[in-house]
Structure formats: C-alpha cells, structure tokens
C-alpha cells in the first residue's frame, strides 16, 4: 500500500519517487502583487525533506483574500494537498491595528510599521516581503499538508493571516539561512535591489 492508497498518510512503505508540486499563479489585480515567485516556491519546496512535501500537489498562487475583520489572509489550505498562498497589497498595508506580538514579528522580518490610529501602515523591502512569506506563509502551509497527512488536522481553512503572529520560534540563524537562500537566485539581486 503507498502513502497516496492509505488517505494521503504514509503507513511506511517503499516511497514512489518525488513528484514535485505544481506551481499553479492566477492573475491578479495590479494593486496587489505576489511576493514570491513561481520560482522561488519550487525552490523551497525542492530543499523540504521528502515526508514534508510527500503528497503536496500545488501550490496556488491567487487573488487577495480578507477576513470579516479586514485583516489580510496570506495563506489557506485547502483539502490536503493543496496550499495556497493569497496576494497582498502592491504598496503600503493598511490594515486593523495589530498588537504588541504581530508588531514585533513583521519588524523582525524587517518590516516598518508606523501607528495611525485605528489602524496601521506596513512597509516591506521586496527581500523582507519573500522571506516573511516563505518562513511564515510557505512553511506552515507545508506543515499543515504534512499535519493533515498524518491524521492531524486543524480546523478551518487559514493558514496564517496578518495580525495572528506566528506561534513557530524561528531562529535568529534560520533567518539568517532563508534570507541567504532565497537572495541566492541569479539575476534576482539586481532586481530587488532595482526594486528598493
């Protein structure tokens, strides 16, 4: 029996070879945008150890989405198998205001954020922006997949959305590492740089 036979979950039998995941991007408004590319997805995705990505078939790449508060949703699951990552606005974020703890994470990722009363201004470098996505959009929706392969699932569909900070401690170094890697692709340096 293989890991796709028993319900997605692997049961220990000889594993098929890697298919890697699709990288499905939809289009979009241009007052939003993506922040990783096709890409930079499947080289994450190509660097995950075989059991995380095991049975992950696309990742999407699709239009904005908020929730009933209008805070900005980054990421849903949705059956097993599919992550999906939502686009976000082209320029400055003004959202709800957030908290201490939601504060503190986006500037760690390197993220500006000035208080305007109800609500507050977020401003990402395009470098800031792809690794906040990757370390805390990316990564838990993979980690979802494999929850839900395993039997594990959470409830809804809301992998991560703005102003529910993250509850995985990433090390200073595993930033570090991610930023390294993903600054890492040819000809993308000058254009971030072109970008800032």
Not at 63 to 82: C, H, K, M, N, Q
Not at 101 to 117: I, K, P, S
Not at 158 to 185: E, H, N
Request: some cysteine; overall charge positive.
């Amino acid at each position: 029996m293989t890991a796709t036979e028993n319900g997605g979950r692997y049961d220990g039998a000889p594993r098929l070879p890697r298919r890697p995941a699709r990288v499905i991007v939809t289009p979009i408004e241009a007052s939003h945008r993506h922040p990783l590319g096709k890409r930079d997805v499947q080289r994450v995705l190509a660097v995950l150890p075989d059991e995380s990505v095991a049975g992950l078939r696309s990742v999407s790449m699709l239009e904005a989405s908020s929730d009933a508060r209008g805070r900005i949703v980054l990421g849903t699951y949705r059956r097993p198998g599919f992550v999906r990552l939502h686009a976000v606005p082209a320029e400055v974020w003004r959202v709800p205001a957030l908290d201490a703890a939601d504060v503190a994470e986006l500037r760690r990722f390197g993220a500006q954020v000035a208080h305007r009363g109800a609500s507050d201004l977020v401003t990402w470098t395009p470098a800031s922006l792809r690794l906040f996505t990757v370390v805390c959009v990316l990564l838990p929706g993979v980690a979802r997949h494999h929850r839900e392969r395993l039997g594990q699932g959470d409830p809804g569909s809301v992998v991560r959305k703005l102003g529910d900070s993250s509850p995985w401690i990433v090390s200073d170094l595993a930033l570090k590492q991610w930023s390294a890697f993903l600054g890492d692709v040819p000809g993308e340096r000058a254009a971030m740089r072109a970008e800032s």
